[in-house]
């Protein structure tokens, strides 16, 4: 038999169902339009990032 993949939220990560996210995404929405009354242009970044950057150990620039 194969051994199967489990299915599970990630430490630290949750579900948002629609009860919940359709309210979140409207305060959100407010909230860019507000922002962007501002001149503030949206960006995105990753979810996920490696260890080593969140703790400071990333490579450093060898311009110097």
């Known amino acids: 038999m194969a051994n ?3 299915p599970r939220t990630l430490k630290g990560f949750r579900d948002y169902l629609p009860e919940l996210m359709i309210p979140r995404e409207h305060i959100l929405e407010q909230a860019r339009k507000v922002y962007r009354s501002y001149g503030f242009a949206p960006i ?3 979810a996920l990032e490696y260890t080593e950057i969140l703790m400071g150990k990333g490579a450093r620039s060898r311009t110097s």
């Open 44 to 46: 995105d970044t990753p």
């Open 4 to 6: 199967l993949i489990e």
